[in-house]
């Protein structure tokens, strides 16, 4: 059978955003330099997303294998967070964005704790847009991470193993009671999802951007939704069949 239509009246983008250090390499300027131009990138992605009726965003910032890099550049990478979360949020809250914040937060220095907590209880309620950053974040790790907290509900007694289906499941991860990824878009012309959503993107489309991430601009956001629209999303289902 096939499996139903998203709500028409939901539009959720999610994107890798890749190529930060590409583009500062190709400038002669060290890749700090690059993760600060990205987060420009993100302003307009997020202006992008409102004009074009995007529902839900959702940018994969700092990956779980991100922690390997050296340490000045996650030291920078943890500063401009800090920045970005300070900076932003009385605008993003004024323009009805809520923010939410997916991945192994304890892994993340104290301070941008309290400020992840801080913006997400402030911009709880806002209906405009809802932002989701992706910190610490990895597919598998979040795969593993429901799957035991199944099986610890199991063990407690609070869950039957044969009450366990894909809603329940889903529930367990990080991004439950959000909408599965529409639209997955990864910049820099690399054609691999590099452990994002693993799980909710099974009926994504994908499109495929020959840009860095800092050079990403409306008109990119436009053209992926635009080739998304044009894609006849089936869902299993063959052509023709309800």
Do not use: C
């Amino acid at each position: 059978m096939a499996e139903a239509d998203p709500a028409p009246s939901t539009l959720h983008v999610a994107i890798i955003m890749d190529g930060n250090g590409r583009w500062a390499a190709a400038r002669n300027l060290p890749r700090t330099m690059g993760h600060r131009a990205g987060m420009e990138a993100v302003r307009r992605a997020i202006k992008a997303a409102r004009e074009l009726s995007v529902t839900h965003l959702t940018l994969y910032s700092f990956s779980s294998e991100n922690w390997r890099r050296p340490v000045t550049e996650v030291n920078e990478l943890m500063r401009l967070l800090r920045y970005y979360l300070r900076s932003e949020l009385a605008s993003l809250h004024k323009e009805g964005i809520r923010v939410r914040v997916i991945g192994e937060r304890k892994k993340l220095p104290a301070d941008i704790i309290d400020l992840i907590t801080h913006t997400e209880e402030l911009t709880q309620d806002n209906k405009e847009l809802t932002l989701t950053l992706a910190l610490s974040y990895g597919g598998r790790q979040e795969i593993t991470a429901a799957a035991r907290g199944l099986a610890k509900a199991v063990e407690r007694g609070q869950l039957q193993a044969d009450a366990i289906d894909e809603h329940v499941m889903q529930s367990f991860l990080f991004t439950g009671g959000m909408p599965d990824p529409d639209l997955v878009i990864r910049t820099s012309g690399e054609k691999r999802i590099s452990n994002f959503l693993l799980w909710q993107s099974a009926y994504a489309e994908f499109v495929f951007l020959d840009v860095l991430w800092p050079d990403f601009e409306i008109a990119h956001m436009s053209e992926a939704i635009a080739e998304f629209k044009r894609r006849d999303r089936r869902y299993g289902a063959t052509v023709g069949q309800a």
